[in-house]
């Protein structure tokens, strides 16, 4: 079994486990491949399954809670978005040991743009910008929260939290006014709509620099249109920031509220992740340093 685990009393999976768990529920792709792949992943361990399928277990309980979610909405959000999203083919159940209820989706091609590395990034940040404006566009109707739609004042004890655990890490002060002034933001004025909550690096595939698809849909649902501006400083350098921004048509409170998204959700991520997956941690530092070089 694979010990890289990132959570307490994650199950462990490996390829011999997707074989076997294929082999009961879902025989006729029994005698595919399996790989391992995104090992960097925190909500899911994925294996490829051939050429063109992928199977998906979730790591915890919580995020085996959105496979419903997932499977329900995602094909009915496809037809409006302007780049692929995961088709989910197969439903999964416990099984083998392993305690959780886990998917087959299509496999998508492409790969997660590099953290900070981003050359000749306007055509990403319009593609960005279109995907999150068609999202949000999509009628909302009987849609569930979002994993992410509270307001941004009640992440204020969890960030201040962070803030006092982080002094080695960052400069906090600067930090801190940064999180003080987001607070101090117009609320959104219109209904929720439907946000993917978690558009960082890892959750979407590019080729020739260009957005191809989004993944990871785990936090999908109804909130402030301004959360998924943190894709702004999770996945886009500087220099097409102001561009992603226009194009989306942000205006000053929703990118006001948006840098609060970015810099609490990174603060927390650095916080849980600095010991236990450095790929997540490098990218929340990352996040951090781009909102500090900002706002100074």
């Not at 739609?149 to 002060?173: C, F, Q």
């Not at 702004?232 to 048509?249: G, K, M, N, Q």
Request: proline share 8%; charged share 20%; with cysteine.
């Amino acid at each position: 079994m694979n010990t890289g685990r990132t959570h307490a009393g994650e199950p462990g999976t490996d390829e011999a486990l997707v074989h076997r768990l294929i082999a009961a529920q879902f025989p006729h792709w029994s005698g595919l491949p399996v790989e391992r792949v995104g090992a960097a992943g925190t909500a899911n361990a994925m294996y490829r399954l051939g050429d063109d399928l992928v199977v998906r277990l979730p790591r915890t309980a919580g995020s085996a809670e959105d496979t419903a979610k997932e499977h329900r909405w995602l094909p009915r959000l496809a037809p409006a978005l302007p780049v692929a999203i995961p088709v989910p083919l197969g439903a999964g159940v416990p099984g083998d040991g392993y305690p959780h209820p886990w998917s087959v989706y299509g496999w998508l091609d492409g790969d997660c743009p590099t953290v900070g590395d981003i050359s000749e990034a306007a055509p990403l940040a319009r593609d960005l910008a279109r995907f999150v404006t068609a999202l949000h566009r999509i009628d909302p109707a009987d849609g569930p929260p979002s994993y992410r739609s509270e307001p941004l004042a009640a992440r204020d004890a969890a960030v201040r939290e962070a803030l006092a655990d982080l002094r080695t890490e960052t400069d906090v002060a600067t930090a801190a006014e940064i999180w003080q002034t987001a607070l101090h933001a117009p609320a959104p004025t219109g209904p929720p709509v439907w946000i993917h909550a978690d558009l960082q690096p890892g959750n979407m595939l590019t080729a020739a620099r260009r957005l191809t698809a989004v993944i990871d849909f785990g936090c999908l649902g109804l909130g402030d249109p301004a959360v998924d501006l943190i894709a702004a400083w999770y996945v886009l350098p500087a220099a097409a920031r102001d561009t992603f921004c226009t194009t989306v048509e942000a205006d000053d409170a929703a990118w006001a509220r948006g840098i609060g998204w970015a810099l609490s959700i990174a603060l927390m991520e650095l916080q849980y992740y600095r010991e236990t997956n450095a790929f997540m941690a490098d990218t929340a530092r990352h996040v951090i340093a781009e909102i500090l070089a900002d706002q100074r």
